[in-house]
């Protein structure tokens, strides 16, 4: 077409030239016959000549725009142009006719011109309005259209000079399957992994063809790893002798025989056929050493495999007899060196050896496939593990895949939590335990001295009601120790150093621990200040040296008591990998001895209360869970330690206090008490709410004695009503003095409720529980503590003082 374009242009030049010539000829001949002279006629004739001459040079040298000149197309570049093996590419016009179309295109859509392609449903439809918006908007796009030949995504762009054609492009859509993702497997890492194990590995089609091969199957097969090999038939690869034994043809009288694990790789749940010889499948070669018997020499490779692993895994034959096992399955199993035992029963105690075996036969059998077994080994009896057991198919005398996970770890944060609930759970009934017994032991300490106001010294029965006393202080003590271990006990921290506190209970621990045992204090430079009670913290020293005492006392030799501070940086506590401290500084105390020991099965139950080692009667078993109480109350840790025989060593960590201008050490102590009167003399009206009647009646006679006129109530609700009838009868309280767990209405609920009517009525709570916990918990301005047991005395000094003003 461009070229007719160039070739008629000066053809048409030459015919409007030689028409103005004949114009002007005419002209002249008009001229000469009207004016009959030729002088005239030449005259106009020389002038036309002239003016010609001049507007063709003008003509010459003006700029004349040069024409485009298009170069016919060659529709043979085009269709090599879009020649694409991977998609359909076709061409339309105008008109809507198909211009050109590549050989893909015609190969899944035959001579059809878009939009008018064979496709399913309502894709047609959907075709023909992409070409309308690519002839709107310039392009075009359709996510998946259906045809015979597969599912297509569609794409339709406006072109040409004149953007007078369509260009139309059709992509496949792929559709991974397991097939697909197997052969890009087999074909890729995975199968050079194998490869590199000596497995050759091939992807078969239910007709036999091969759809894929590792390099080591094709160097075996055809020998070359780069030969094609893909739709080769699998089966004529290899041939079988007399004895049944098969090799690789290419390496006939030269290789070794091999054996083959076979693996559907589709999934009936995906769709894929749900017979399993109608879906593609993976083979594994395998060589086997001229199998004569010995099961053993067909595994080299799998064992090869499976000892890198850090999974216990182990297998057997259909005998039962480990055929290998890895080194983490006898390490896990907990057996001495590098050869397994016969049977896996070997490894189990005695009661669990018949359910191991059954399980091992029943899945030689086939009845099942894969499942778990509980056994005890003979390493840890006591402590129960899952055997893994899977059916294995296609390697010859293998049978049963075994397989043991390591869950030592898992076992012993178990311990810990199960220890850690154990522990609470103790804790909450020594708790409860100590506030009712510190009740009855109220009641026994008040009658003893009300009883001793009648008496005096050389009475006969002053002395027996003086041991009664002795006794039941004695029990109180008890009671504070079970407090202790329960953490309800009354703390009053403050910031202090470590060296400090062992400087000052030192002296006290060489008069304890006798002549015969060495103390010996060292301490880490750079100590972190911590926040604890420095009381409690030497009550905790003290116990643990009377325990490394009574540890040291058989020894022959002297013995040595080691105290130790030590600086412990985040750093040292991420190496110790423990998921009980977390991560952070401390400054540890270590308490170490050179006594007997403890015992492995006993050093999880030394803070259990009432737990003792010592013989019977030489120890009330509160010590060691005192100290627990005391340390966990801190906010510390403590671990124990302990070589049978040698040593023992407890080490506590105490987190380094971070200053906080906020903080208040001494709450109790600096407590503002909004005081009612300066001055006392004597005497007054107390309202007494108690619900235990022994400790109600010993409080009301020690009161009434010294001159105070007690009402008294059995619970909250009576309380309250007592004093709002008081005071509406015109009377009213000096002072109420509570309890504080009580039922129906406990002693803060009832206080509440009457500094809502009367805010300056002084109060003094009396309790077998933590003061620190209740005042947190309470949190009533002008409120007093007494705790329990107490003595008639005491009882009657905390009450004066608080009608006085004063701080308890």
Known sequence: ??????????????????????????????????????????????????????????????????????????????????????????????????????????????????????????????????????????????????????????????????????????????????????????????????????????????????????????????????????????????????????????????????????????????????????????????????????????LPQIEALLARLPLGLAMVDRDGRFLFANSAFLRVAGHDGNVPPSYPSDLVIREDKGALADAVRRHTQGSMTSGDVAVRLRATPEEPVLLGLAAVRGLGECAVLLSLKDSSEETR?????????????????????????????????????????????????????????????????????????????????????????????????????????????????????????????????????????????????????????????????????TDILPIGTYTALVVEDTGHGIRPGQIDKIFEPFFTTKDRGKGTGLGLSTVYGIVKQSGGFIFAESDLGKWTRFTIYFPVHVADPSDNLEAPKERKIETRRQQWTAGGRVLLVEDEDTVRAVATRALVRQGYEVTTASDGEEGLETLVRTYDEGGKFDLVVSDVVMPTMDGPSMAREIRARRPELPFLFMSGYAEEQLRRDIDIPNMHFLPKPFSVQQIVDAVEAVLRGDAL
């Not at 005239?40 to 036309?48: E, L, P, R, T, W």
């Not at 063709?56 to 093996?85: C, K, M, N, Q, Y």
């Not at 008496?455 to 029965?461: E, K, L, N, R, V």
């Open 1 to 298: 077409m461009t070229g007719v374009l160039a070739t008629a242009a000066p053809a048409r030049g030459w015919r409007d030239t030689a028409l103005v010539a004949l114009a002007v000829l005419a002209s002249i001949a008009a001229l000469y016959v009207v004016s009959g002279q030729a002088l005239v006629a030449a005259a106009y004739a020389g002038g036309i000549v002239v003016l010609g001459l001049i507007i063709r040079t003008g003509l010459a040298l003006r700029p004349v725009a040069a024409a485009p000149e298009f170069a016919a197309p060659d529709w043979s570049v085009t269709h090599a142009a879009i020649d694409d093996p991977a998609q359909a590419v076709a061409i339309t016009d105008r008109a809507g006719r198909l211009v050109c179309a590549n050989a893909r295109f015609a190969d899944w859509f035959g001579t059809a011109a878009p939009p008018r392609l064979p496709l399913a449903a309502a894709d047609p439809a959907r075709a023909e309005e992409a070409a309308r918006t690519a002839w709107r908007d310039g392009a075009a796009h359709v996510t998946q259209v259906s045809a015979e030949t597969g599912e297509y995504a569609l794409s339709v762009y406006r072109a040409g000079r004149g953007e007078d054609h369509l260009i139309w492009r059709l992509t496949p859509v792929i559709v991974r399957d397991a097939t697909t993702e197997a052969i890009a497997a087999i074909g890729g890492m995975a199968g050079r992994a194998l490869g590199r194990e000596s497995i050759q590995a091939a992807i078969v089609a239910p007709d036999g063809r091969v759809l894929a091969a590792n390099a080591a199957f094709a160097l075996r097969a055809v020998g070359s790893e780069t030969a094609a090999i893909i739709d080769s038939d699998f089966v004529s690869h290899f041939e079988s002798d007399a004895s049944q034994d098969i090799y690789f043809v290419q390496e006939r009288g030269r290789g070794l025989p091999v054996r083959f694990l076979h693996v559907p790789i589709a999934d009936p749940a995906a769709g894929a056929p749900a017979d399993p010889s109608l879906a593609p499948s993976l083979f594994l070669v395998i060589d086997s050493h001229a199998g004569v018997g010995d099961a053993r020499a067909g």
């Open 413 to 577: 944060l178990k311990h810990e939590i199960a220890q850690g609930s154990k522990m609470q759970a103790i804790g909450q009934l020594a708790g409860g335990v100590a506030h009712d017994f510190n009740n009855v032991l109220t009641a026994i300490i008040g009658y003893c001295d009300l009883i001793l106001m009648r008496h005096t010294p050389g009475d006969s029965d002053y002395d027996d009601i003086q041991q009664i006393k002795a006794n039941s202080n004695r029990a109180a003590s008890l009671t504070r120790q079970l407090l202790a271990f329960s953490r309800q006990q009354t703390l009053r921290p403050q910031v202090l150093q470590l060296p400090d506190v062992v400087a000052e209970v030192s002296t006290l621990l060489k008069r304890l621990i006798g002549e015969r045992i060495t103390l010996e204090v060292t301490h880490d430079r750079g100590l972190g200040a911590v926040r604890a009670d420095p009381v409690q913290l030497e009550q905790v020293l003290l116990n643990l040296a009377v325990n490394a005492r009574d540890a040291m006392a058989d020894n022959k030799a002297p013995g040595t008591l080691k105290l130790m501070t030590r600086r412990i940086t985040a750093d040292m506590v991420r190496a110790m990998k």
